[in-house]
């Protein structure tokens, strides 16, 4: 009678197989001991799969663990490092496991968890995927009864997670650069050393490396790829920038302000009113750029009128009136 033919693994099982084999170990696995004995790639095996068949498997297996942010770390011959033809794999134990003086409450567990559980994998940080991670390796601990449901945020501006990666890894970039009234974006070189949230809008701060001085760019103007050079900096300059950063934003804020009339009990009035202050005609609204709030004002529509400064009536009028005659509508 035939062999029974090996019962298949599902390729999510293979991973979790995986990770637990590499975790499990201090000294590492080598590729061959890997294929032979973790289950998932050993029925593979013994079923008769072709070595560069298997190999291709475990690689495609490791990007993809990678890329949910599990940490394979690759280790190679101890006379030579960058000898990889029998180098060892394994997870180290470190990236799962809080320091011993560290302790949470249930409910402190549960609302890390859900914090971090808010933002997706492609906008968190190293530092803050190696500690998501730790948190959810404690199990059981986790208070889940607080957790009803949990929103997602996640950037659509593409220059985000390169320029992340490059602020971790301390490098120079350049990016074209649209401001409002030029005809074609400029090329600009920047050392990056925060990414900063204000008003609802993302903003790389860093060192204009041409004009030699702190510089904070909005990334909805950034209109083309970010490229990340080969040119390093002092990593110590990221120290206090995102702080740096936001000082600079609301100083700039607290020099413009914007008399606006709203319609009660609307949109414009439920989200204007979070950052206004009353006025004897309306609210004055603090802003940074005339152009982005610009932009917000005409989303209203009818629900907001500006009242001052004539630069932003102006403005706002242009959107409405370039809506209009995109639609059609008449005069």
């Known amino acids: 009678m035939p062999a029974t033919a090996p019962a298949k693994i599902p390729p999510e099982e293979r991973l979790v197989n995986l990770v637990v084999a590499l975790i499990a170990t201090d000294q590492g696995l080598t590729k061959d001991t890997i294929l032979t004995s973790v289950a998932g790639y050993r029925e593979q095996s013994e079923a008769g799969a072709s070595k560069d068949a298997l190999e291709k498997m475990f690689e495609r297996d490791k990007e993809s663990l990678r890329g949910l942010g599990v940490p394979i770390e690759t280790i190679g011959d101890w006379a030579d490092p960058d000898d990889l033809r029998e180098a060892r794999y394994r997870i180290p134990s470190a990236e799962y496991e809080l320091p011993e003086d560290i302790e949470f409450t249930p409910a402190e567990l549960a609302l890390l968890n859900l914090a971090g559980g808010v933002w997706s994998e492609s906008s968190m940080s190293d530092d803050a995927r190696s500690g998501l991670r730790k948190i959810r390796a404690l199990g059981d601990l986790v ?17 985000f997670p390169v320029l992340q990666q490059a602020i971790e890894q301390s490098r120079v970039v350049t990016f074209p650069y649209l401001k409002p009234g030029e005809e074609s974006p400029r090329v600009r070189r920047v050392q990056p050393v925060a990414l900063v949230e204000y008003e609802g809008r993302w903003h790389v701060f860093g060192i204009d490396r041409d004009a030699g001085a702190d510089r904070t760019f909005l990334l909805p103007r950034i209109v083309g790829p970010v490229a990340v050079t080969r040119e390093s900096f002092d990593p110590s300059l990221r120290d206090g920038a995102g702080e740096r950063a936001l000082a600079g934003l609301e100083d700039v804020a607290a020099r413009h302000s914007a008399l606006l009339e709203v319609n009660p009990g609307t949109e414009a009035a439920l989200r204007l009113a979070r950052r206004a202050r009353p006025a004897e005609q309306g609210i004055r609204v603090p802003y940074v750029d005339v152009h982005v709030l610009a932009d917000e004002l005409a989303s209203y529509g009818p629900e907001v009128r500006v009242v001052d400064p004539a630069d932003l009536r102006e403005l706002v009028i242009e959107r409405l009136a370039s809506t209009r005659d995109l639609h059609g509508g008449a005069a």
């Open 143 to 159: 208070d889940e009864p607080i957790i009803g449901f949990s929103p997602r945020l996640t950037m659509h501006e593409p220059s």
